[in-house]
Nanobody
Framework: VQLQAFGGGLVQAGGSLRLSCRASGRSGRAISDNGVGWFRQAPGKEREIVAATDWRGVSTNYAGSVKGRFTISRDGAKNTVYLQMNSLKPEDTAVYYC?????????????????WGQGTLVTVSS
C-alpha cells in the first residue's frame, strides 16, 4: 500500500495550492472503497485532521479553521484524492499528509486511518 502526496510548496498569504495524493499498488482498491482524509502537522504541534470524505466523495468533514477555504475531493478512476486550499494563511503552514481509512464513511478520527502518505510541506508566507 503506497500513497504519494505532492503539490506542496511556498505560497504567499491569500494564495492557493492544490495537493494531490495518488494511491498505487494494492492500495488502489483501498482508495475506491474507503474514506480518505488529509491531516497536517505544524512544528511542535500534534497532527490534526484537515478534511475527510467518504468512499464516494459525497460526505465531507472539515476542521473549523479551514472550513470555507479548503475543499477535499476524489477521483476514483485515477485513485487520487485532492485538497484544494484557497485563501491560505501563515497558520496553514505544516506538513500535509493524506491517509486512507479502514472504513467507508468519512471520519476525522486519526486512529481510524490505516495507511499514510509521506507528507508534503506547505509554507505560507505573510
Amino acid at each position: 500500500v503506497q500513497l504519494q502526496a505532492f503539490g506542496g510548496g511556498l505560497v504567499q498569504a491569500g494564495g492557493s495550492l492544490r495537493l494531490s495524493c495518488r494511491a498505487s499498488g494494492r492500495s488502489g482498491r483501498a482508495i475506491s472503497d474507503n474514506g480518505v482524509g488529509w491531516f497536517r502537522q505544524a512544528p511542535g504541534k500534534e497532527r490534526e485532521i484537515v478534511a475527510a470524505t467518504d468512499w464516494r466523495g459525497v460526505s465531507t468533514n472539515y476542521a473549523g479553521s479551514v472550513k470555507g477555504r479548503f475543499t477535499i475531493s476524489r477521483d476514483g478512476a485515477k485513485n487520487t484524492v485532492y485538497l484544494q486550499m484557497n485563501s491560505l494563511k501563515p497558520e496553514d503552514t505544516a506538513v500535509y499528509y493524506c491517509a486512507v481509512s479502514r472504513y467507508s464513511g468519512s471520519t476525522s478520527a486519526r486512529e481510524d486511518y490505516s495507511y499514510w502518505g509521506q507528507g508534503t510541506l506547505v509554507t505560507v508566507s505573510s
